[in-house]
């Protein structure tokens, strides 16, 4: 069974995950890390909890979701995985940094690309990608069936959406990947998005303003 710890990272209050299983192998998506402490105390919990994190990913490539993609590169010595779609999202970062005036951005390469359909394993568990661009060109999600569960990046809030007011934003697209991708899922499906608190499907049908 996946257990999945949420940390949140950075004057973005972006939400890091990790997902692990019985095995203590483990996969990290979207470390927000920016600052020296929160980077420790993703660490902390790995080390302490005996993980061996197997891969990095990316819901999408936005600055506040790949502040840490460096740091968990190196330090764990994992492969990092993003959509082709997204690279130049990764590659803006740097200039992102430094429109925020935040400290000099780490850059990162990706190792491999994340495809629709999919599927990443780590121990005795798997994710599927989807691709659910909008928010940005190469966004996708990660779903568990079995356990009824979607990592949602940016594309699914709580009654709210992504912004689409970015460069490689699409609005459009956005609905879309949601009605016809998020909204396939079960009501019961559990989403865990990029910032603020989870949600379900069920309750983004019947309650999200912007999508009725």
């Known amino acids: 069974m996946i257990e999945i710890k949420s940390f949140i990272f950075s004057p973005f209050a972006e939400n890091t995950y990790v997902l692990y299983d019985e095995?203590?192998?483990?996969?990290?998506?979207?470390?927000?890390?920016?600052?020296?402490?929160?980077?420790e105390t993703l660490r902390h919990f790995i080390e302490s909890n005996g993980l061996k994190v197997v891969k990095l990913l990316n819901t999408h490539c936005h600055i506040d979701h790949v502040f840490g993609n460096q740091f968990v590169k190196s330090t764990f010595e994992v492969p990092l995985l993003i959509h082709p779609k997204d690279l130049p999202t990764l590659k803006?970062?740097?200039?992102?940094?430094?429109?925020?005036?935040?400290?000099?951005?780490?850059?990162?390469?990706?190792?491999?690309?994340?495809?629709?359909?999919?599927l990443i394993r780590f121990g005795l568990s798997t994710l599927e990608v989807i691709f659910v661009p909008g928010h940005a060109p190469g966004h996708v999600a990660f779903v568990s069936r079995p356990q009824k569960f979607t990592i949602s990046g940016d594309?699914?809030?709580?009654?709210?959406?992504?912004?689409?007011?970015?460069?490689?934003?699409?609005?459009?697209?956005l609905i879309e990947s949601i009605q016809k991708k998020m909204f396939a899922l079960d009501d019961d499906f559990r989403v865990y998005s990029g910032h603020g608190p989870t949600t379900t499907i069920g309750h983004e049908k019947r309650f999200n303003p912007f999508l009725n």
């Open 92 to 118: 803006a970062c740097q200039l992102a940094a430094e429109l925020y005036q935040l400290k000099p951005f780490e850059p990162s390469e990706p190792d491999a690309w994340l495809a629709e359909g999919e």
């Open 155 to 173: 594309v699914l809030f709580r009654e709210s959406i992504g912004r689409t007011d970015f460069p490689g934003c699409n609005h459009q697209d």
């Open 23 to 39: 095995t203590k192998e483990a996969i990290i998506i979207d470390p927000g890390c920016h600052l020296a402490e929160e980077r």
